[in-house]
C-alpha cells in the first residue's frame, strides 16, 4: 500500500545545534519522547555526522533493545520494545539504511510496509526514497561544522562523502522538519541549545 508522498512544504522547522556526541545522542532520546507506532524518520548527513548516534539516542528513549549500528550490510534492523525495558509495550524501532538503493522501488521490495505501522522507522539517506511509505515524516539532518555538512552539501546532494569519523565531539547542526498531518504542530522537546532555521 503506497500513500501519496506528503507535502513538498513543511508544517514546521527546527535548527538545534549540539557540540558533543552525547548531545546527539541525548536529542535523539528528547525526540523518541514524542514518537509514537507509525512515525516515520529520514536522515540525513555525510559519514560522521551521527545519524547512528542519533539512532542510539532514539533507541534508548524508546526502550528498545540494545546494540543499534549501522544497518549497512543487512539494510534493515528490527530492535524490538523491551518488555521489561523503560517503556514496555511501547513501538519497536525499525533502522533502514537506503545508502545502497536507488529508488522507492528499492525501498518497496524490503516491504517496510509489514513494520511500518506498528513501529517507529529511521530510514538513513531516505530523502527521495521513502516519502511515499507515510502521508507525514520527522526529516532529521545533521551537518558537521568541518564536514560536507557545513557547506550544505551531502550524500544526496552532490554524492561526495566525508570519511573522516573520527571527530566525535565537534559542533554539528542538527535540522528537523515536520511534514504532513501529524506533524502539523511541533512538538515540545526538553532542549538545551537551540540554533535558529
Same mark, same amino acid.
Given at each position: 500500500?503506497? @500513500? ?23 536529542? %535523539? ?9 507509525? *512515525? ?6 555525510? @559519514? ?9 539516542? +532514539? %533507541?534508548?528513549?524508546? %526502550? ?68 511515499? +511509505?507515510?502521508?507525514?515524516? @520527522?526529516?532529521?539532518? @545533521? ?14 546532494? *552532490?554524492?561526495?562523502?566525508? /570519511?573522516? $569519523?573520527? *571527530?566525535? *565531539? ?8 515536520? /511534514?504532513?498531518?501529524?506533524? $502539523?504542530?511541533?512538538? $515540545? ?9
Amino acid at each position: 500500500m503506497s @500513500l501519496p508522498a506528503a507535502t513538498d512544504a513543511p508544517r514546521w522547522v527546527r535548527a538545534l545545534t549540539v557540540t558533543t556526541a552525547e548531545q546527539t545522542h541525548a536529542l %535523539g532520546a528528547a525526540l523518541a519522547e514524542v514518537l509514537r507506532a507509525g *512515525d516515520l524518520l529520514v536522515l540525513t548527513g555525510e @559519514l560522521g555526522a551521527g545519524k547512528t548516534t542519533f539512532t542510539q539516542g +532514539l %533507541g534508548e528513549g524508546l %526502550g528498545v533493545r540494545e546494540g543499534i549500528i549501522s544497518p549497512t550490510f543487512v539494510l534493515v534492523r528490527i530492535h524490538p520494545n523491551l518488555p521489561d525495558g523503560p517503556h514496555p509495550g511501547g513501538p519497536d524501532l525499525v533502522h533502514v539504511d537506503a545508502y545502497r538503493l536507488g529508488s522507492a522501488s528499492e525501498i518497496d521490495d524490503i516491504d517496510l510496509e509489514n513494520t511500518l505501522d506498528s513501529s517507529v522507522t529511521v530510514v538513513e539517506w531516505g530523502r527521495d526514497r521513502v516519502e511515499h +511509505l507515510s502521508d507525514s515524516r @520527522l526529516e532529521v539532518e @545533521l551537518h558537521r561544522s568541518t564536514g560536507n555538512g557545513a557547506a550544505g552539501g551531502t550524500r544526496e546532494a *552532490d554524492g561526495v562523502l566525508d /570519511f573522516d $569519523a573520527e *571527530d566525535d *565531539d565537534e559542533p554539528r547542526t542538527i535540522i528537523i522538519r515536520g /511534514f504532513g498531518p501529524r506533524w $502539523a504542530d511541533q512538538p $515540545a522537546l526538553n532542549l538545551a541549545s537551540e540554533g535558529t532555521p
